[in-house]
């Protein structure tokens, strides 16, 4: 048996509050829109992870979600026009990433990082 991929279900009765965080800002094409799920992805090949986590690392609180971009920086800018307050962050992190956290629009806690 092969994993082929594995999919973040995020639960919300205003599906289409997503589409400022998770397309506008963040870039991400929509895949599938049948009306009761839409689902953001693109067409790069991705790494396959799930982590288990007892903290979230430096003292922060367990992300719901990480995600991977190629510029922090212009992201971070992307989500503070977009009006999402940061929680955390930026920081260098000792084990060689930036990141910061941010709130998606149904409340889960989300890790914006890069690795160096």
């Known amino acids: ?3 082929r991929r594995i999919v973040a279900n995020i639960e919300t ?4 509050a997503a589409r400022r965080f998770y397309g506008d ?4 094409d929509v895949l599938m829109d049948h009306g009761w799920i839409v689902t953001y992805g693109s ?9 288990v986590m ?3 690392g430096s003292g922060t609180p367990v992300p719901d979600l990480s995600i991977e971009v190629d510029d922090v920086d212009a992201t971070l ?3 503070k026009e977009a009006g999402f307050a940061i929680e955390y962050g930026p920081a260098d992190e000792p084990w060689g990433v930036r990141r ?5 629009p149904f409340g889960r806690l989300v890790n914006i990082l890069r690795h160096a």
């Open 54 to 56: 007892a903290e979230g």
């Open 13 to 16: 009765r205003d599906i289409a």
């Open 77 to 79: 800018v992307g989500m």
């Open 25 to 28: 800002v963040l870039g991400l």
């Open 43 to 51: 067409q790069e090949k991705m790494t396959v992870q799930v982590s």
């Open 1 to 3: 048996m092969t994993v």
């Open 100 to 104: 910061f956290y941010v709130r998606d």
